[in-house]
Each structure stands twice: as C-alpha cells, then as structure tokens.
C-alpha cells in the first residue's frame, strides 16, 4: 500500500496522522519478558564466621595486596595493571560493546536511507513509440535522442511496535555492562595471581635456602664422621651415609631452582615482560609476604554485588532475556514508513533539463507498508523456544555462579585459618628439630651415640623446615585466594580508562571511533545496575 505525494492528493492531516501513528507505535508495549534477577541458594553466615580471626563487617577489599607489607607485591600489581596484556584485551572488548550497542540503537531510527541521483543519454529511432512529433528534435540520422536526470533521497522505517529493536537495545545494552564486569573479573583475576605468583617465588626462594643451609650442616656431618672413621672410632658406613643424605640435600637444589625460574617466568608473563626484566624490581628475597591474622569477609549475600563474575553472569541473562523479545516481535506483523523525494527533469517536448531543481519538478512518494510472515513453518516459534532454552541456560549458569562464589570462599577461608594452626605447630616441631639435631651432633662427637641419631635429626630438620615454610606460604596464598573469591581488586580501576592511551592511539589511527573512546562514553560500573536506557547512537 503506497499513496504518492502529488499535489492536492495528500493533505497535511494526512502526514500529521501518519506522524502520530509512528509516535504511537515506538510507545506500544514491548512483547517478550521482563527480566528479574533469577533468585540463587544463599547462605546466611560462612561455616568459619564463629572464628575470632574472622570479621563479618563488610569491605571491599579495593587494594587488598598490601596488607601483605610488601613494597614489591605492591609494585608489581601497578605494572601488572597497566602491562598485562590480557587485560588489555578485556578493556578492547569493552569498546567493542560499545559500538556493538551503536549499531543496535541505529536500528530505531529510519533502517534505509539513501541519496540517489542519475542523468542518462539515449538515442532512439524516429519510428520508435514515443518519438517526438516535432521534426526540429528529429535528425537526418532518422533517430532522436533525450537526457533524462534525478537526485534524491528514499527512506524505509520499520516501525518498533511491538519492541523489538528496544528489546535488542536492552540485549545490547546488559551486554556491554556485561563486558564491563568480565574486565573487572579480569583484573580480580589478575591482581589474585600476581599475588599467588610472587608468594610462591618467595616460598620457593626460602625453600631453596633452606636446602643450602641444610647442606652446610651435613657437610659438617660428613667431615665429623670422615674423621672419626680415620680415627678407628667408626666405621665407614657412617661415611656413605652422611654422603647420601647430603647427595640428595643438593640434589633438591636444582629442582628448586627451576621452580623459581618458573616463577620468575610466570610473573614476567603477567607483567607483560620478556623474562629477566624483572631482575631489578624483584630484588633480593625478602622473605615469605606475612599474611594479616585476621580477614574481614562480610557475609554471603555481599557476595551478589562485589565479584563481578556474577554480575556478568547476571547481565548475560539479561541479555538474554531480552532475546526472546526480539524473537518474539517476528510472530507479529511488521509495519514500515517508506518515502521518497526528489527532482527529475528530462529534455523531452517542451521540458528542459535544466529545470531540474524547480520545485515544479520536485516527485515524491509517502506510505505505510506491513508484512507478515504467516506461512513460517514453526521457524519463528522455534526461535522464540530457542531464545528460551538459552536464557534458562543463562539463568542456571548464574545460579552456578553463586554457588560457586560461596564454596570458593569457604574453601579459602578454611585454608586460611586451618593454615596458621599448622604453621603455629610446624614452628614449634622446627624449633624442637634445631635443638634436637645440636644435641645429636654433641653426643656423637663424644661417642654417646652413632651417626644413625645425626642422620635421623639431620633428616627431621630439614623436612620440618621445608613444611613449615611450605605453609607459610599456603597462608598467603590461601588469603590471596579469599580475597579473589570475596571479589576484591576491580576496583584499582576506577576513573582510569579501560583501554591505556597507546592502544588508544593506535586504533584511532586506524580508524575514526568518533567518542567511544571517551571514558564518558562508556559506563563506570555494573555494581548497581538499572534499567538499560535507550541511547542515542554516535553518528
């Protein structure tokens, strides 16, 4: 259905009504669900809040890394933020998003607009229908020729009545808050395991003086035994064994090393370094990082607003949600705008070309359309059940998502408490090990006892030693590991850009990103999230 504009044949009621129907029609109702947070199992308290190590007082752990006291962890973090290259490529999908939402907003707005314009020759036979009766315009030749030229512009708007390009708005829109918390996920991710990276490269680093020190005092074995062999007060198997207890102390030495190297590797890697240019940051061991005795965890259901896994897994369902709308929308029938002006001129009879741009020669077309795709075959209502499918999916995957959270949590937590009660006791058998393996030295230089007595407290020290600094470390690392549950870090990056200038510069070079690449353009936070607002598009 198409009325031409031609002068007298359509009023300005007409237009007018046609404008309001259009109004009327991006104001209906939108079909399809409305999303509502999916509800999750949550519990009331952590199994350890009863330990008076744990407080239930809420914090967002913003910079949780330096209640470790450590300068370098500190140090590394900073450069970890602004180098590492996963991260970078979490804040590029950021931008993307953000023009992803651009193309869908665009789709509100007329779908097809063009400017046309055309002049064309043509030659014709004087016995050809429609020839000219005038024999001025007629040549010796027997053929005649005309111009003929237009410029103008068409449009096509398919109407939102039912809402589903607001719908794919709302899709787009909670996929970009979406994009926004796996950046912060990201860099959670990336805080906890530089963290984890370092505390074990210290670990190592104190293991790896444990087995040197250790060699030095069965070395001292070794020649106390050498020389009461030499002497007759021994036999030689007191040698070999005091050979093979030290053999196999150096022996852990290289494979320590290697772990440290491995370290050392991993960190450069999420700094963003080739290995060996952290030589000068790291620096001489300063020990094991000491781990605060308490930790402020808050309670479980804090857990919906500060991991930003979460809160993606939240905004993907929204996303979804908003899906089944769009499919929704195709069952209905499809109503469109579609117009045309424009001026054409020609040479033909008493006309010129050059009055083209006369309003005389303006043309014009205006009118409502619709389609309906009735004979689908199930196709459409297929989608809709498959759009569904996926937001129940998606509304499970959140549900995972929180439980998940809180057993990470709690295994941490666990790990954390149960870890100083055993570095506590492991101290006290380290202690008593030193003092065992003095006296054993002592009475075999004397004669009281036989090498066996050494090389048993010889063997004790070191494994007591190596197990008390082990779960030092695994204090830390379990404390890193709750403050990665608990969500904590994402904020290092607020008021900073998601993507660092250089890459900035670089795609603006290739491209024109118009003001996407303004932080203002892009939102600040997913924590309290409301409604998607309809944006305008960036043009």
Known sequence: MTAFLTRGSLHLERIAGILLLAVFAVSCAKVGPDFVRPGAQVSDQWIESNDERVRTEIEDHR????????????????????????????????????????????????????????????????????????????????YFTTSQAQVGGAAAWELDFWGKFRRAVESADASLLAAVADYDNALVTLTAEVATSYIQLRT??????????????????????????????TTQRDVEQAKTLLAGTEATIPALQILVGQA??????????????????????????????????????????????????????????????VAKA?????????????????????????????????????????????????????????????FQQAILTYEQAVLRAQKEVEDALIGFLRAQEQAKLLKESTEAATRSLKLAMAQYREGMTDFTTVLTAQQALLEQQNNWVSTLGDIGLNLVSLYRALGGGWQLREGQDFVPAPTKAAMSERTDWGNLLDPKALPSSTQDRKEPAIRRPDW
């Open 63 to 142: 910079q949780w890394w330096t209640s470790f006291q450590d300068p370098v962890l500190d140090r590394l973090i900073e450069i970890a933020y602004r180098e590492n290259l996963t991260l970078r490529t979490a804040g590029v999908r950021v931008l993307q998003a953000r023009a992803e939402l651009g193309i869908v907003v665009g789709r509100l707005y007329p779908q097809s607009q063009s400017l046309s314009g055309s002049w064309d020759r043509s030659r014709s036979s004087e016995r050809s229908a429609g020839a000219p009766q005038d024999p001025h315009q007629l040549t010796s030749s027997a």
């Open 204 to 233: 190592y680093e104190e293991r790896l003086k444990i087995a040197h020190e250790n060699a030095v005092i069965q070395r001292e074995g070794l020649r106390l035994a050498e020389a009461k062999f030499r002497g007759g007060a």
């Open 264 to 325: 050392e590797h991993s960190l450069s890697l999420l700094l963003g370094k080739v290995q060996g240019q952290l030589d000068e940051i790291l620096g001489e061991s300063r020990g094991i990082p000491s781990p605060p005795l308490e930790v402020a965890v808050g309670i479980p259901a804090e857990l919906l607003r500060r991991r930003p896994d979460i809160r993606s897994a939240e905004l993907q369902a929204a996303a979804q949600c908003a899906q089944i709308g």
């Open 330 to 390: 195709d069952l209905y029938p499809h109503f469109s705008l579609q117009g045309s002006f424009g001026f054409l001129s020609t040479d033909v009879g008493r006309f010129k070309l050059e009055d083209m741009f006369l309003w005389k020669s303006r043309t014009g077309s205006l009118g409502p359309t619709f389609q309906w795709d009735v004979l689908n075959y199930g196709r459409l209502t297929n989608n809709v059940r498959v759009q569904d499918a996926l």
